[in-house]
């Protein structure tokens, strides 16, 4: 038996992550496996609740389950108040470090029968298949010293990396560049930066020395956010670091036509945490409106990386796939004829049973 921990968050997190899981308990159905889930409460729903936003009860049931399925976290009244001094995003940093997640990767794939719902054109975006693997819990969203001047009319932040957390996250991206394509894209800002030159040098390093079969690539952040609209196709396996990879991995959503497609996971050297790239969309909450796809396709995620379930993984993007073909689609996708997120959930959960009858 596997033990999953539920967080389903704030926003639409709760509606997404009910659909995932009843693409799990399909595969569980047709594959004779075994999940228990454990809910717990992270972000706004828990400063509501216990006023922190990742209580240690949450952390307790994170550290004891095999993987993490993961919804949004986010709430107006916190955005909306630069003020607040407990905020919903603290318990995402937080959970990131305390759980060692330091790697997050973000596969972006085009789907045919979607590429008229891009806001590129369809010949740009035919066969991009790349991934993206971004540095989670270093530079300057944790680094040391920052904060506001005395009089409050300077603020600072520090960017700051080891070569051991640079190579960490390099392994990973290393190893899924061997068993793809066989090419590896750096992206930097090594001509201004003291920590992507740093970047750089270990990476090459360590390229040479353990990966010498994979070419790689170097290429400065601008002109990488220029060539991901211009020619998206060219890339296969990006890595970079922790600011850089949060803009890069949100401008390539646009690729696909929608962020309700985009899965990630969050890993490390224990657990993993799979989540939809998407926020918690408070406006589309409790409207049955909200676009399942991405956290379904995190579920896959975690059954082939936290699990090593590759059939069963295949199994949940097949019927994706299905769906998206026959247009069973939120309106995110298709405005004029659409159906709810609980009926997009029941319909992939519906094709995965299938596979008993096939």
Request: hydrophobic content about 40%; some cysteine; overall charge negative.
């Amino acid at each position: 038996m596997k033990k999953i921990a539920v967080l389903p968050g704030d926003g639409i997190g709760p509606e997404v992550v009910k659909q995932a899981i009843k693409a799990l308990d399909a595969v569980a159905e047709v594959y004779n496996h075994e999940f228990e889930y454990k809910e717990a409460l992270v972000g706004a729903s828990a400063i509501d609740a216990v006023g922190d936003p990742f209580p240690a009860e949450t952390q307790e049931v994170c550290e004891t389950s095999d993987a993490i399925l993961f919804g949004a976290i986010g709430d107006p009244k916190y955005d909306n108040d630069p003020k607040a001094k407990v905020r919903p995003e603290q318990g995402l940093l937080r959970m990131r470090k305390v759980l060692g997640l330091f790697c997050n990767i973000r596969p972006v794939t085009s789907y045919k029968i979607l590429e008229n719902a891009s806001p590129l054109k369809p010949e740009i975006i035919s066969g991009v298949d790349f991934v993206v693997f971004r540095e989670l819990t270093g530079g300057i969203y944790f680094g040391e010293p920052r904060g506001r001047s005395e009089n409050g009319e300077t603020a600072f932040d520090s960017m700051v990396y080891s070569k051991e957390e640079i190579k960490r996250v390099s392994r990973f991206a290393f190893e899924a560049a061997g068993r793809r394509k066989k090419k590896l894209t750096l992206i930097d800002k090594a001509n201004v930066l003291a920590t992507s030159r740093l970047w750089r040098e270990t990476v090459k390093e360590l390229g040479e020395a353990e990966y010498p079969e994979i070419e790689i690539e170097y290429i400065f952040v601008d002109n990488a956010a220029m060539q991901m609209i211009q020619n998206p196709a060219q890339f296969d396996v990006c890595l970079t670091g922790n600011m850089f990879g949060d803009i890069i991995t949100d401008e390539a959503s646009v690729i696909t036509g929608s962020l309700g497609l985009l899965p990630s996971a969050s890993v490390g050297n224990k657990i993993g945490l799979y989540e939809p790239i998407h926020g918690s969309f408070p406006q589309g909450a409790g409207k049955n409106i909200a676009n399942p796809v991405a956290t379904i396709l995190s579920a896959a995620m975690l059954l082939e990386t936290s699990f090593g379930m590759a059939e069963e993984a295949k199994s949940i993007r097949d019927a994706v796939e299905q769906t998206l073909n026959e247009s069973i689609v939120t309106p995110d996708i298709k405005a004029e004829k659409h159906y709810t997120t609980e009926e997009v959930g029941d319909a992939i959960a519906e094709i995965i049973k299938q596979k008993v009858s096939a």
